[in-house]
């Protein structure tokens, strides 16, 4: 009981938010709407048999929208503060939040809005101001369904209502309400609203199915796609070597060859030798083009059920999870691991020269350009302030700005555990800028 009273208080609280705020807000007056055209229509001779109908469907809709809507607020059931697996071996296969002070169980992320580790984070969504998570992304794709549902609905209300006003059906008719230019334009902003929000919330249903069919996550999506890349190159260089090697092979065979007495026994010897150099060659190749085995993919309908399925609750608890053949819970995470090793030998220092603040009326000291291509905060991460002196590992960058780590003095060591984020590209000094694309071009 004392659970489901602080779920609630914690509900209420997320609420006062612009996201949920504006969400509730299109509801209520794509749901006006709706209702005011319902009750003109119902005067109407040919739609008093479907009045019932479209009543019971309308206000089902706003139900199931709403209930869901709410239970996606309730979170993602976040890792504790501190968590630590039960087997200690455990935990040089698991990566360490310095933010939470805590390991990060498979599949978990940690969310800079949230400022917590999320158990198979997904995104964070302004809209139910929390992170899609693994305890609410089944409530999560409930709401996305049937919202452009009671939106489409709604609108085609909406239209039914103006369609027979203007040829004329309310002429010898008196209406429950007065029709008024006012409330013609409010029907007409309502189904408007109700067209565009299907539209725009439809394609983040499809995305969702599309992980939960994979059972994977945005975050996880991009994870297998960089370890592909990565063996990819891998293997591009191992080639690289192994083909110069065989070249200086077979030039010192080609010599041997010359200097012995017979050229036939020399022919004999090197197609012995070449043949076995060539079933070696197709042995390196088969190791090197083992691909990266997501290892929770149980294909589409265990995946499905996974998420989806009669209880309401997804499988599992969060920390460990059913697995494919031959995978451990392990092997996205030591994935993570290397490829974090990797930026790390990719990353470059550079002192701040210019000073920065996130505002948008001061990104235009810096471009129009980088006023335009600006990171999304939403979706691409925070902004961060620098000032002239100031010590950046720059991590990864796009068009006219750089993603880093700044270093923090003492007395930002107290208070603050990691500044990170995006940067004008203009504010570094122009040899230290000429030094980064010099090493990566």
Same mark, same amino acid.
């Given at each position: 009981?004392?659970? #489901? ?28 709407? !709706? ?7 119902? +005067?109407?001779?040919?739609? =008093? +048999? ?11 809709? =706003?139900?199931?929208?709403?209930? &869901?809507?709410?239970? !996606?607020?309730a979170g993602p059931n976040f ?34 809005? $949230? ?12 809209? +139910? &101001?929390?992170? +899609? ?22 609108? =085609? ?14 002429? &010898? ?53 960089? !370890?592909?890349?990565?063996?990819? #190159?891998?293997?591009?260089? %191992?080639?690289?070597?192994? @083909?110069? @090697? ?13 200097k012995g007495k017979g050229k ?6 090197? &197609? ?29 309908? %265990? ?23 031959? $995978? ?6 030591? /994935? ?18 210019? @000073? ?41 960058? #796009? ?10 003095? /003492? ?13 004008? #590209? ?16």
């Amino acid at each position: 009981r004392n659970l #489901k009273m602080a779920t609630v208080w914690l509900v209420f609280k997320r609420t006062f938010h612009w996201g949920p705020l504006i969400t509730i807000g299109l509801i209520t007056i794509i749901l006006s709407s !709706a209702t005011y055209c319902l009750f003109q229509l119902s +005067v109407l001779p040919r739609v =008093v +048999v479907f009045k019932g109908i479209h009543n019971v469907l309308c206000y089902t809709w =706003v139900f199931l929208i709403l209930k &869901n809507f709410f239970q !996606a607020m309730a979170g993602p059931n976040f890792l504790p503060f501190k968590w630590e697996p039960k087997n200690p071996k455990d935990k040089s296969s698991l990566q360490f939040c310095k933010l939470c002070e805590g390991y990060k169980a498979p599949r978990s992320h940690h969310c800079k809005l $949230c400022r917590r580790c999320v158990p198979k984070m997904d995104h964070h969504c302004p809209w +139910v &101001n929390t992170c +899609v998570g693994h305890s609410n992304h089944a409530a999560f794709t409930r709401f996305v369904f049937y919202a452009p549902l009671g939106c489409l609905h709604a609108a =085609v209300i909406n239209a039914n209502f103006l369609y027979r006003l203007f040829t004329y059906e309310y002429r &010898n008719i008196t209406p429950r309400f007065p029709i008024s230019e006012k409330w013609i334009f409010f029907t007409i902003i309502g189904g408007t609203l109700g067209i565009g929000v299907s539209i725009a919330v439809t394609i983040l249903f499809a995305v969702q199915i599309k992980g939960i069919l994979q059972n994977m996550t945005q975050i996880e999506e991009w994870i297998v796609e960089k !370890a592909h890349h990565r063996r990819l #190159k891998q293997m591009r260089q %191992r080639f690289s070597e192994n @083909e110069i @090697e065989e070249e200086e092979e077979e030039e010192e065979e080609e010599d041997n060859s010359k200097k012995g007495k017979g050229k036939g026994k020399g022919k004999k010897k090197t &197609n012995g030798k070449a043949t076995e150099k060539d079933g070696q060659k197709m042995k390196r190749k088969a190791e090197l083009l083992k691909p990266f085995v997501y290892p929770y993919n149980l294909g589409w309908k %265990r995946n499905f059920t996974q998420v989806i399925n009669w209880s309401g609750r997804p499988v599992g608890d969060g920390r460990s999870w059913t697995l494919r053949e031959g $995978c451990t819970q392990f092997d996205l995470t030591l /994935e993570q691991l290397a490829q974090k090793k990797e930026k790390l030998l990719r990353t470059y220092e550079a002192t701040i020269a210019k @000073e920065y603040k996130p505002m948008a009326c001061c990104e235009l000291r810096y471009g129009l350009k980088a006023w335009l291509s600006s990171p999304c905060t939403l979706m691409e991460g925070e902004k961060i302030p620098v000032l002239p002196g100031n010590v950046v590992h720059i991590t990864s960058w #796009k068009s006219h700005w750089y993603y880093g780590n700044r270093l923090l003095n /003492e007395e930002e060591s107290k208070s603050l555990k990691r500044v990170k984020g995006w940067f004008p #590209k203009k504010c570094i000094d122009p040899e230290t800028f000429h030094k980064i694309h010099s090493k990566t071009d």
